[in-house]
């Protein structure tokens, strides 16, 4: 029989009396120091005034928790959370959704970029790059979290995750964390050398198409999330995916049409 790693550590990293400080909190505020570390760089890099970043930054962390957590509500257990309105106000007792995340920020952006010069799609592209390093920490906070497990598995690398059953699972969270690592490669490395030379949003565009692709295909590795069923060989994430993947393609064809007239 195969000896698999087990994963048991505490989701509580630290704990001064009443403060308690969890593993996925760590993570994310990791993400977004780090958001704010890399967007005061490129405010830098292009002369602009960096004090702006604050105020951007608190948008887009307002957008994301409010998005994420109204999707979750809205997309994966309606019934529930629609017959316990009050519920949806009880974000500490977890459940974000990535997809009302994205939703979130791209609707915060808008909110801010209306009390500035630069033009919508400028945020939109320095914002994915950030976003794809900050979706790298917070699939680690549920990795410690022993949450979103994927199905079981007797691949080498999988993981037992003692606080959910003792079957070994394949760690879905390192997959769409390290997925998210790549694809913020990718856009850094665009942003970098072709920004000015390419239509504005691709790279936002380019972030939806990677980020959902991959998340479509790791769905297929991914336990069921949505607190209903329904009959259809894809899951809640795939569907909810399709959208933001054919919203990305339909900008980037639209924008090389564009460029060769």
Same mark, same amino acid.
């Given at each position: 029989m195969m000896d698999f790693f087990v994963w048991d550590i505490d989701p509580l990293f630290i704990s001064f009396g009443f403060l308690k400080i969890r593993w996925y909190g760590l993570m994310f505020a990791s993400a977004f120091i780090s958001s704010y570390v890399l967007m005061s760089w490129m405010y830098q890099r292009e002369n602009q005034n960096t004090e702006e $970043?604050?105020?951007?930054? /608190?948008? $887009?962390?307002?957008?994301t928790i409010v998005g994420a957590r109204l999707g979750h509500c809205l997309f994966y257990d309606p019934a529930y959370y629609l017959g316990h309105p009050l519920k949806i106000l009880a974000f500490w007792e977890g459940g974000l959704a990535s997809h009302g995340g994205i939703i979130g920020i791209v609707f915060g952006l808008y909110l801010y970029q209306r009390r500035v010069t630069q033009s919508y799609a400028w945020f939109l592209d320095r914002v994915? =790059? *950030?976003?794809?390093?900050?979706? !790298?920490?917070?699939?680690l906070?549920? #990795? #410690?979290?022993?949450?979103? $497990?994927?199905?079981?598995? !007797? *691949?080498? /690398?999988? $993981? *037992?995750?003692?606080?959910?059953d003792l079957l070994p699972r394949h760690p879905v969270q390192l997959y769409e964390s390290i997925s998210y690592f790549f694809i913020f490669l990718?856009?850094?490395?665009?942003?970098?050398?072709v920004k000015d030379k390419i239509r504005p949003g691709v790279i936002f565009a380019t972030?939806? =198409?990677? =980020?959902? !692709?991959?998340?479509?295909?790791?769905?297929? *590795?991914?336990?069921q999330q949505s607190g209903y069923s329904h009959e259809f060989w894809?899951?809640?994430?795939? /569907?909810?995916s399709i959208p933001f993947l054919l919203a990305g393609l339909c900008y980037i064809v639209f924008?090389?049409?564009r460029k060769a007239e």
């Open positions: $970043v604050d105020d951007l930054l /608190w948008y $887009v962390a307002i957008g994915a =790059v *950030v976003c794809a390093l900050g979706g !790298t920490f917070i699939r906070g549920n #990795f #410690f979290n022993s949450e979103i $497990v994927g199905i079981p598995a !007797t *691949v080498p /690398w999988a $993981v *037992v995750f003692r606080r959910i990718l856009l850094l490395t665009l942003y970098i050398t972030s939806l =198409v990677a =980020v959902f !692709t991959a998340r479509f295909f790791l769905e297929f *590795v991914k336990t894809m899951s809640t994430g795939q /569907w909810l924008s090389c049409y």
